[in-house]
């Protein structure tokens, strides 16, 4: 088996860093190296990652300056000897035999990057948005586009992926932006001869409640969802024109998650928020009416189709609408994540 790198960005992740460590630790596939970045936290998981790279041989930390998972990763990837790389985030965790089936499946079927589904859970372990995910195989970076553009079968995060290493060679993740996975992913399939997504689901995402970000962070936030639709756009108008009508969707799409996420920034002056709030009002509204005369609308799920349709009438009743819809789906009864196989870590 040949060897698999996984690195995980750390940044103030205490209380979940040794849950998503020791989740790594216990995969089926003992062939792997792990690569924590400590990337400038303020708590203890500088000392934590310390403590685990003494521990065990095939686990390595990295200390830098804060500059984003972006950052972390173009630092670990330099360092990192594996054939296949895998991501994972240091709030979340995996199943014990996720790498061992991505990696059987990517020598099966000789593919560049294998995907595995994603279960939300809330931080008690309740399940509360399980993702469906279908077997498929995609050929060649048209296909594979398609099937991440138009339909929503290969998602846009990095962290429920085995990559190939040639596919993410000459490849720097972006640092300047956060969302940065839409951009990464897009670029990856632009390299991809063959795409494998599983049925499982063997990656827990925590979903943490509605938390608020302060000052010269929340910015970073508001100004990324300004600037990675104008990356998509360049990106797409680029290497694959066809696919030009998804520019709408992405502008719309970060123009209201924008403008949510604007009611959890805090720091900033009454005339910035003024400025984001137009600009984000502001670009739906230049993008949403072509965007419904586009098979990019007619792709579109019924919810995606409603928030739309209500962030055009009012904003303000699409975000409480939504907020809403997220505390009761937070709320509901749902199943529990077995995470029996975890046991506990001294660090």
Not at 10 to 16: A, F, T
Not at 167 to 195: M, N, T
Request: with cysteine.
């Amino acid at each position: 088996m040949e060897l698999i790198s996984v690195i995980v960005p750390v940044y103030n992740d205490e209380p979940y860093l040794c849950r998503c460590v020791d989740s790594i630790i216990a995969q089926s596939c003992q062939n792997i190296e792990i690569i924590l970045v400590d990337d400038g936290s303020t708590d203890q998981c500088g000392e934590i990652c310390d403590r685990y790279a003494a521990m065990d041989s095939r686990i390595s930390a990295i200390h830098k300056r804060h500059g984003g998972p972006g950052s972390a990763r173009n630092a670990a990837f330099r360092q990192a000897k594996g054939e296949y790389i895998g991501f994972v985030d240091a709030d979340d965790y995996v199943a014990p035999t996720m790498y061992e089936s991505l990696y059987l499946a990517a020598v099966k079927n000789n593919a560049d990057i294998v995907q595995t589904g994603i279960i939300r859970i809330r931080p008690d372990g309740v399940i509360i948005n399980p993702i469906e995910s279908t077997y498929s195989i995609f050929f060649t970076p048209s296909e594979c586009l398609f099937a991440y553009l138009c339909q929503r079968k290969v998602s846009d995060t990095l962290v429920n992926k085995l990559c190939r290493r040639r596919v993410l060679e000459s490849l720097p993740f972006v640092e300047e932006y956060l969302y940065e996975d839409v951009i990464d992913v897009l670029h990856l399939l632009l390299k991809c001869q063959k795409f494998v997504a599983l049925e499982s689901a063997d990656y827990f995402n925590l979903l943490k409640p509605n938390s608020v970000t302060r000052g010269s962070a929340g910015r970073w936030h508001l100004e990324s969802m300004l600037h990675v639709p104008e990356m998509v756009r360049e990106c797409i108008l680029t290497n694959v024109p066809q696919y030009r009508d998804e520019v709408h969707r992405s502008f719309c799409v970060f123009s209201v998650y924008g403008y949510r996420r604007l009611k959890r920034v805090y720091g900033l002056l009454p005339n910035e928020k003024s400025k984001y709030r137009k600009e984000f009002i502001d670009r739906f509204k230049r993008y949403y009416k072509p965007l419904r005369k586009t098979h990019a609308y007619e792709s579109m799920t019924f919810k995606e189709k409603t928030a739309f349709a209500l962030f055009r009438i009012h904003p303000e009743l699409c975000c409480y609408v939504y907020k809403i819809f997220r505390l009761w789906y937070y709320l509901k009864p749902q199943r529990r994540a077995d995470t029996d196989w975890n046991a506990k870590s001294e660090y």
